[in-house]
């Protein structure tokens, strides 16, 4: 088992850029594909990046391709979301998460470990 916490939201400009941590722990040797999910209020949870557990491939949101780079350490058990040209609609809060095996997913039925979220907040 996976745990995993999250990092590095907060509150910026339109326009500006932020980098979100995801910290790993437990039997992080087993290896995982990692995932970054985002919830706005009012709205459902949805995919934003995922990256396998190599590091070799990513799949954006098309929401977000362009601006977001999703990256990981394996040696520092993290990874890591980097938010540029941020929109007031990239407001939400951020998940991490870890898949069930060593592959790229969007689904979140192949995720089984969820960090608590970290809130991002852009304004306008």
């Known amino acids: 088992q996976v745990q995993l916490v999250e990092s590095g939201g907060g509150l910026v400009q339109a326009g500006g850029s932020l980098r979100l941590s995801c910290a790993a722990s437990?039997?992080?040797?087993?290896?995982?594909?990692l995932g970054w999910f985002r919830r706005a209020r009012g709205k459902e949870r949805e995919f934003v990046a995922a990256i396998t557990w190599s590091g070799g491939s990513t799949r954006y949101a098309d929401s977000v391709k362009g601006r977001f780079t999703i990256s990981r350490d394996n040696a520092k058990n993290s990874g890591y979301l980097q938010m540029n040209s941020l929109k007031p609609e990239d407001t939400a809060v951020y998940y991490c998460?870890?898949?069930?095996?060593?592959?790229?997913?969007?689904?979140?039925?192949?995720?089984?470990?969820w960090g608590q979220g970290t809130q991002v907040t852009v304004s306008s």
């Open positions: 437990g039997r992080t040797s087993v290896g995982y594909g």
């Open positions: 998460a870890a898949a069930v095996d060593r592959w790229i997913s969007e689904r979140e039925v192949d995720f089984y470990s």
